[in-house]
């Protein structure tokens, strides 16, 4: 479990330093305490009805 913490910490690392190197690191967005938070989520009923019948097998 350690290994693994580690490897995704160096991944995100080395991928921040890259984009940044690049240009492509948006810093306003990455310093955003809430970017990313899902505030609001609308489902479409009908579809997961669909779903679920599909997963039924009916």
Known sequence: MVRTAVNVTGDATV???VAKSEGKLDESIFNNPKAGVVTHVEID?????ELADIAKGS
């Open 15 to 17: 991928s921040c330093i």
């Open 45 to 49: 009923l009908e579809a997961e009805k």
